[in-house]
């Protein structure tokens, strides 16, 4: 059984910055799969980004240039670096790891003031 603990988010104004941290417990191995999804009120959740193993990342459109997913050097963990942000980024982000199913954090806010 995998948990994911997220942190990061809060309240910041169009323009700034944030980072999320996402810590996995509960797996001795490395989890291949890790990212982040987000969901905007009375939205879908959506990718935002992905990262493998192999650091190999992939970025919805909306973010490219703007986000960078990264691993820690703790094993198991991933940072979401958030820059330019608009308040159209406002979402619950939720960490996602991919290791034999599906695991999901509990989510953090992150608001972006106009």
């Known amino acids: 059984q995998v948990q994911l603990v997220e942190s990061g988010g809060g309240l910041v104004q169009a323009g700034g910055s944030l980072r999320l941290s996402c810590a996995a417990s509960?797996?001795?191995?490395?989890?291949?799969?890790m990212g982040w999804y987000r969901q905007a009120p009375g939205k879908q959740r959506e990718l935002v980004a992905v990262?493998?193993?192999?650091?190999?990342?992939n970025y919805a459109d909306s973010v490219k240039g703007r986000f960078t997913i990264s691993r820690g050097n703790a094993k198991n963990t991933v940072y979401l670096q958030m820059n330019s942000l608009k308040p159209e980024d406002t979402a619950v982000y939720y960490c996602?790891?991919?290791?034999?199913?599906?695991?999901w954090g509990k989510g953090t806010l992150v608001t972006v003031s106009s």
């Open positions: 990262i493998t193993g192999s650091n190999r990342t």
């Open positions: 996602n790891a991919l290791h034999g199913m599906d695991y």
């Open positions: 509960g797996s001795i191995f490395t989890i291949n799969v």
